[in-house]
């Protein structure tokens, strides 16, 4: 269980694809200490789990053994090299809950439709799809690349969030542009109460 607040971004240091998944490499920082074989960490809101640990200086190289179908399913498939992604730990039982509860569980891609400074911040627009965009309500949670964010408008096929300048300096979304991929994951309590109805 994560909470959508990103710890720092990492680097995409390399990509290599084998007979049983593809190794996805990046290298971090602040994460990386005190991390064991078998964590689990977010990787733009998609839980992975660490395969290899190693280090380099100050930081840290982190292999993350990634199956096709998550490859399929969320942005990774659209990093390379050089590329930044979000990171947070898993939450712990005495940690502060900053955000909302995010499973690491991506329910599909989102794709930016305006990505603008506005005074100081930045408005996000971003199209989905309409299994995720059923769960987005306004004032409500959505994370978007793992991150908590508020829901400021809610469009026939799109939503929008209102970045401040802290998540945009601290983010991924610093590289985000116009027809990027960006993955969504939906508030997991609206899931829920829709399903409690449905049997009711």
């Known amino acids: ?24 490499t990046i ?11 078998g964590a689990s960490v977010a990787i733009n809101g998609c839980c992975l789990t660490a395969t290899k640990i190693s280090a380099r200086g100050k930081d840290t190289l982190i292999r993350f053994d990634l199956l096709q179908e998550t490859w399929r399913r969320t942005n990774l498939q659209f990093a390379g090299p050089g590329s930044l ?25 989102g794709k930016i439709i305006r990505w603008e400074k506005s005074g100081t911040d930045h408005v996000l627009d971003i199209a989905a799809p309409l299994e995720v965009l059923r769960y987005v309500v306004f004032k409500g949670s959505i994370a978007v690349d793992g991150i908590s964010l508020t829901v400021a408008a809610v469009q026939k096929k799109s939503f929008r969030i209102w970045i401040i300048p802290h998540t945009f300096e601290v983010t991924a979304l610093r590289e985000r542009k116009v027809g990027d991929a960006v993955n969504l994951e939906a508030d997991l309590l609206g899931k829920y109460a829709e399903k409690f109805l449905r049997q009711r």
């Open 1 to 24: 269980m994560f909470t959508g607040i990103i710890e720092e971004t990492g680097t995409v240091t390399a990509i290599k694809s084998t007979e049983k998944s593809i190794q996805f």
């Open 27 to 37: 290298c971090a920082r602040r994460i990386g200490r005190g991390l064991k074989l």
């Open 85 to 109: 992604v979000n990171l947070e730990r898993p939450l712990r039982a005495n940690g502060e809950l900053g955000g909302h509860f995010v499973t690491g569980h991506v329910d599909g891609l």
